[in-house]
C-alpha cells in the first residue's frame, strides 16, 4: 500500500499522534480490514476449519499469545493516516496490501491451530518441528535458503522457533491457488511438512477444539500511551551500527574526475532507503529499522565526507552500494555482528 507523503505529514501535524491510542476510537468494523477479515474466514471453511473461528482484534502488532485463540492485528492497518504514519516512521510495514494482509493473518492462524488443538504436544509434531519449550529469542540468525523450511513470510521466518515452522507451514498449505507440491518438490523436508499439515488438519477438523481461549494481548482499548509514544520507543531500541564506514563508502564512491558531471552520493544513498529495506529483510532476514540505520548512518559519513560520484557512474553505484549493504545485512544475520 502505497500513502502520499502528505498523509502521513497531516497526521505528523494533527493532535491525534499525542493522544493516548486507547481514546482514538480505533476498531475493525467499518473499515477495509473488516472485508479482509471476513474473506479470511471463507477461507477457514474452505479448508474446513470453521469450528475454529478466532476472534480478531486490534494491538500493537502481529500476533497470538500462546495458549491463545484470539489474532492480533497491528492498529496502524486501521486508517490510511496511521499506516501513512508508520511507513515513514518504520520504513516497513507487515501488511502493506491486501494479499499481504491476508498473508499474515494465514500464518497467525497458524499458531491459533496449534493452540487449540494442543498440537504441540503431540509426539509426531515435535519430531518436525522441535519442541515448543525451545527458547523463543526475538534476535534469531537463520540459515538463509534452508530447503528444510518454507518461506511465507519476510525474514526466513520459519527458522525463528517450532511454534513459527509450523505456523509457516500451515500459511503455505492455506493459501489458496498456490502448487506447494510442485513449488517445494526440490525441498524434500520442508515439502513433509506441508504434507503433514495437511493430513494433520485432514484428521482434527471435525473434532472440537480443546481450549477456544481468546485471551488478549495488548488490544488498543488498554493502550495508555500516544502513538508518538509508541514510535518513540521503537527507535529507542534500534542498536548502533558500524561507524567506520569510510574505506567501504570510499570503494563504492570513488572520486569523480574534475571535468565530469558528478552527484552527491549521500542523496543517492537515502533515495534508496525505501527499496532496500524490503528487499535487504526479503532476502535476508535484516529487520527493516536495522537497514535503515545503517543507510543513514551510511548518509551522514558520505555527507561529512563529500563523497561524489561520476553520473555516468550511477547504475555501478547503486549495485555497488546494495551489495555492500547486503553483504554487512548478511554477516549481521548469521553472526549477530556487522564485522567480526
Same mark, same amino acid.
Given at each position: ?256 574526475? $574534475? ?7 549521500? /542523496?543517492?544513498? @537515502? =533515495? !534508496?532507503?525505501? *527499496?532496500?529495506? %524490503? ?13 535503515? $540505520? ?7 559519513? /558520505?555527507?561529512? @565526507? =563529500? !563523497?561524489?560520484? *561520476?553520473?555516468? %557512474? ?27
Amino acid at each position: 500500500m502505497a500513502s502520499p507523503p502528505a498523509v502521513a505529514s497531516r497526521f505528523r501535524e494533527s493532535a491525534r499522534r499525542n493522544q493516548p491510542i486507547r481514546d482514538l476510537g480505533l476498531r475493525i468494523e467499518g473499515t477495509r480490514l473488516e472485508s479482509l477479515v471476513a474473506a479470511f474466514r471463507a477461507e477457514l471453511v474452505q479448508v474446513g476449519l470453521e469450528r475454529v473461528q478466532p476472534r480478531v482484534y486490534l494491538s500493537t502488532e502481529w500476533g497470538v499469545a500462546m495458549g491463545s485463540t484470539a489474532i492480533a492485528i497491528p492498529f496502524y492497518l486501521v486508517d490510511v493516516e496511521l499506516t501513512a504514519y508508520h511507513k515513514e516512521r518504520v520504513g516497513h510495514l507487515e501488511g502493506f496490501s491486501d494479499a499481504d494482509i491476508l498473508r499474515y493473518l494465514r500464518h497467525e492462524m497458524g499458531h491459533v491451530v496449534n493452540y487449540a488443538y494442543k498440537l504441540y504436544q503431540r509426539e509426531d509434531w515435535t519430531t518436525r518441528f522441535g519442541p515448543i519449550s525451545k527458547p523463543y529469542l526475538e534476535d534469531y540468525h537463520p540459515r538463509p535458503f534452508s530447503r528444510s523450511y518454507v518461506r511465507h513470510l519476510p525474514g526466513w521466518y520459519a527458522q525463528k522457533h517450532p511454534d513459527e515452522d509450523w505456523a509457516e507451514s500451515f500459511a503455505v498449505w492455506m493459501t489458496p491457488g498456490i502448487d506447494w507440491r510442485t513449488q517445494y518438490k526440490a525441498w524434500p523436508r520442508a515439502l513433509e511438512k506441508l504434507e503433514y499439515v495437511g493430513s494433520l488438519v485432514e484428521h482434527i477438523k471435525a473434532k472440537e477444539p480443546e481450549t477456544l481461549s481468546d485471551d488478549l494481548d495488548e488490544p488498543v482499548t488498554n493502550l495508555p500511551y500516544s502513538v508518538e509514544q509508541y514510535y518513540e520507543a521503537l527507535t529507542d531500541n534500534i542498536e548502533a551500527v558500524p561507524a567506520d564506514l569510510d574505506g567501504l563508502l570510499g570503494s563504492v564512491f570513488p572520486p569523480p574526475q $574534475a571535468a565530469e558531471p558528478s552527484r552527491e552520493a549521500a /542523496a543517492l544513498i @537515502l =533515495s !534508496l532507503e525505501t *527499496a532496500l529495506l %524490503d528487499q535487504v529483510f526479503i532476502w535476508t532476514g535484516h529487520f527493516p529499522e536495522r537497514t535503515r $540505520a545503517l543507510v543513514r548512518q551510511m548518509a551522514s559519513h /558520505a555527507q561529512s @565526507l =563529500s !563523497l561524489r560520484y *561520476a553520473k555516468d %557512474d550511477e547504475p555501478a553505484a547503486i549495485v555497488g552500494l546494495t551489495t555492500l549493504i547486503c553483504a554487512l545485512a548478511m554477516n549481521h544475520v548469521v553472526q549477530g555482528s556487522y564485522y567480526e
